[in-house]
């Protein structure tokens, strides 16, 4: 009986939706979703038939300048309104500008994931959006971890420990969460050699790309993880202070405002380019 329910349970996973770089996307593949956490707003998240946050994308229109954001919850705007996330204010931010042109920004970010995760959609995205400039979330140790939510949604699929353990008790994921959202601050070195290698794929693979490639860095406290964002040839490293009282309360997460500010010092950096 237990074997059955095992594989039953196995064939379950199986069957949840994969997302276009091979694991999750952003949510299910349905209209509208509620924030389900307490303390959050009661922000209605709607997705696209990809499975990401915000309307369908498709081809470039001609005339528009097209951003792509990346990143986890941060990107994604866990608790704020869809025209409150950093996405939309940094599209909004440029064509407010003096020589503005029309811009969008198509949201991938994803909740849960981390740097090597991010560069994973960027990969397999940059073609199909073909995108003029990039911004990408990085926050603090949190996203130097080894692993991440697609790290549990690969195992969970496949015989093993990691799906076993599920099986028997549903609350192995928050506990998958918990641990590895603090394994960073505990092997910092290797969290810098997570973040050397990143940093390298990522100088490949901007390899003759067209525009800037902006990391905004929240809670980015270490010297040198710092040192090496701002050494990178490949990106424009944002080194984003973080007021507390521009986050949501007990969860981190930033508001409008902080959303907002962000956006401005983006632009501040690469709005020249984006726009000329």
């Not at 237990?2 to 593949?29: E, K, M, N, T």
């Not at 740097?115 to 990085?138: I, K, Q, W």
């Amino acid at each position: 009986m237990l074997a059955a329910g095992y594989l039953a349970f196995l064939s379950d996973q199986g069957r949840a939706p994969v997302g276009v770089h091979g694991d999750i996307v952003a949510g299910p593949r349905v209209a509208v979703e509620r924030d389900p956490f307490p303390g959050r707003p009661p922000v209605a998240y709607r997705f696209n038939a990809q499975g990401f946050r915000g309307p369908e994308w498709g081809p470039r229109k001609p005339g528009v300048r097209r951003g792509m954001l990346v990143g986890d919850s941060f990107a994604f705007g866990l608790g704020v309104e869809w025209d409150d996330t950093l996405g939309e204010a940094v599209a909004r931010r440029l064509r407010e500008a003096p020589d503005h042109r029309d811009v969008e920004v198509v949201n991938v970010g994803i909740a849960g994931l981390n740097l090597r995760s991010n560069v994973d959609v960027y990969e397999a995205l940059r073609g199909e959006l073909d995108p003029d400039f990039v911004v990408m979330t990085l926050v603090g140790w949190n996203d130097l971890s080894p692993q991440d939510a697609q790290g549990f949604l690969r195992r969970v699929r496949t015989v093993g420990a990691v799906s076993f353990a599920a099986f028997l008790c549903p609350a192995v994921r928050p506990l998958w969460d918990f641990v590895f959202d603090r394994w960073a601050t505990l092997d910092r070195d290797g969290a810098v050699r997570i973040l050397d290698e990143q940093l390298l794929r990522l100088r490949r693979l901007r390899e003759g790309a067209r525009g800037p490639f902006v990391v905004v860095g929240y809670y980015v406290e270490d010297e040198a993880v710092r040192a090496r964002l701002l050494a990178e040839p490949s990106i424009v490293f944002l080194d984003l202070h973080v007021d507390p009282a521009e986050t949501l309360p007990g969860d981190g997460h930033p508001t409008p405002a902080l959303n907002r500010r962000a956006a401005a010092e983006i632009v501040d950096r690469i709005g020249d380019i984006v726009l000329h």
